[in-house]
T-cell receptor
């Protein structure tokens, strides 16, 4: 399976701290994406990193990709209470269908 | 606002009833997808349509059918609902390819089958 496996399953930190979530996968990929889901809502696309990229930034988000280890990490710096949500990695394999396979997610709680 | 619209937002069905979940996008995307999300789990792909006129099975297609009505609309049908289909259903769309920038999701349909 190409499914991303995320670690940790749950993370609780204080406001202002950094949060790191990891994703591992098993096959070759076209790109890897990260999404956020607030409770009871749909998923929101955060960032996409292509297989030939190693690092990408977007605001307080930093994503790294190591294709030799088949792993990615999402770092949220200077976290805020509003960052409380579930975060999912999603694997885009080698097909051209755009199909994504999602991991089970990391639930992040940021305490004020 | 541009995006993906799903209807209905909530639905309760009795076992054996049928229903169709509607999804429409106004971003001129070629590809559309139906996922289900069960408590504490990630999203599992039910069916997808890589382009208008094509549909394919995902990980969990049993008990579902789909129709890509036109480029904008992609519906999901439950012919005979079962309690195991109680879930939150999400529709998404994207423009696939090397310039893909990720999915846009609808807000979901929360379905309970009793």
């Amino acid at each position: 399976s190409q499914q991303g496996e995320e670690d940790p399953q749950a993370l609780s930190i204080q406001e202002g701290e950094n949060a790191t979530m990891n994703c591992s996968y098993k096959t070759s990929i076209n790109n890897l994406q990260w999404y956020r889901q607030n409770s009871g809502r749909g998923l929101v696309h955060l960032i996409l990193i292509r297989s030939n990229e190693r690092e990408k930034h977007s605001g307080r988000l930093r994503v790294t990709l190591d294709t030799s280890k088949k792993s990615s990490s999402l770092l949220i710096t200077a976290s805020r209470a509003a960052d409380t949500a579930s975060y999912f990695c999603a694997i885009h394999g080698s097909s051209n269908t755009g199909k994504l396979i999602f991991g089970q997610g990391t639930t992040l709680q940021v305490k004020p | 606002n541009a995006g993906v619209t799903q209807t209905p937002k909530f639905q309760v069905l009795k076992t054996g009833q049928s229903m169709t979940l509607q999804c429409a996008q106004d971003m001129n995307h070629n590809s559309m997808y139906w996922y289900r999300q069960d408590p504490g789990m990630g999203l599992r792909l039910i069916y997808y349509s890589a382009s208008e006129g094509t549909t394919d099975k995902g990980e969990v297609p049993n008990g579902y059918n789909v129709s890509r009505l036109n480029k904008r609309e992609f519906s999901l049908r439950l012919e005979s609902a079962a309690p195991s289909q109680t879930s939150v259903y999400f529709c998404a769309s994207t423009e696939p390819g090397i310039y893909s920038y990720g999915y846009t999701f609808g807000s979901g349909t929360r379905l309970t089958v009793v």
